[in-house]
T-cell receptor
Framework: QKEVEQNSGPLSVPEGAIASLNCTYS??????FFWYRQYSGKSPELIMF????GDKEDGRFTAQLNKASQYVSLLIRDSQPSDSATYLC???????????FGSGTRLLVRP | DAMVIQNPRYQVTQFGKPVTLSCSQT?????MYWYQQKSSQAPKLLFH???????NEADTPDNFQSRRPNTSFCFLDIRSPGLGDAAMYLC????????????FGAGTRLSVL
């Protein structure tokens, strides 16, 4: 079992829709969870982080964390074509300053 | 302004010819990381420094080495690049605190001919 799992996609949604991206992790000791956006050929860019159970909202983005079920999700409201990218989920390793990354979910927003 | 700077952005080398990639930061962060990322794969941690304390991942090949001469700079040396080492190399930094947010540079795309 991979330590951080994501559906590779592509997840295709129409412009204006809500995109829902999911991630599961195996280490129950993980405390911090991150979502990075990566455009093709570019480096990862942090868009959200969360460390408490529940929801955290920032503009069009909402991160959701459920530690009991070991999953974290990212909702993108009013999706735009510019949101088309790969979204990487990252989880801290053993509560250390190292992160484990998932392979990412590719999101396509159709105009 | 870019806070984590990688040079060069693109590097072409020949099979077996040593190459050095550089990373600098203006964030005064304690921790610097080197990742390797191949197409459609997760970034793979090669090693990291906490200040001057070097930490190698168990599965990082001996062909890869790193130096951190001061807080601001970190180098990745590939002693004898093979075709399988062609990838994007990402440098990241973090404060090393409780909430370990990592900030990435733009990356160096390495091609091996």
């Amino acid at each position: 079992q991979k330590e951080v799992e994501q559906n590779s996609g592509p997840l295709s949604v129409p412009e204006g829709a809500i995109a829902s991206l999911n991630c599961t992790y195996s280490d129950r000791g993980s405390q911090s969870f991150f979502w990075y956006r990566q455009y093709s050929g570019k480096s990862p860019e942090l868009i959200m982080f969360i460390y408490s159970n529940g929801d955290k909202e920032d503009g069009r983005f909402t991160a959701q964390l459920n530690k009991a079920s070991q999953y974290v999700s990212l909702l993108i409201r009013d999706s735009q074509p510019s949101d088309s990218a790969t979204y990487l989920c990252a989880v801290d390793r053993d509560s250390s300053y190292k992160l484990i990354f998932g392979s990412g979910t590719r999101l396509l927003v159709r105009p | 302004d870019a806070m984590v700077i990688q040079n060069p952005r693109y590097q072409v080398t020949q099979f077996g010819k040593p190459v050095t990639l550089s990373c600098s930061q203006t964030l005064n962060h304690n921790v610097m990381y080197w990742y390797q990322q191949k197409s459609s794969q997760a970034p793979k941690l090669l090693f990291h420094y906490y200040d001057k304390d070097f930490n190698n991942e168990a599965d990082t090949p001996d062909n890869f080495q790193s130096r951190r001469p001061n807080t601001s700079f970190c180098f990745l040396d590939i002693r004898s690049p093979g075709l399988g080492d062609a990838a994007m190399y990402l440098c990241a930094t973090s404060s090393g605190g409780v909430l370990n947010i990592q900030y990435f540079g733009a990356g160096t795309r390495l091609s091996v001919l």
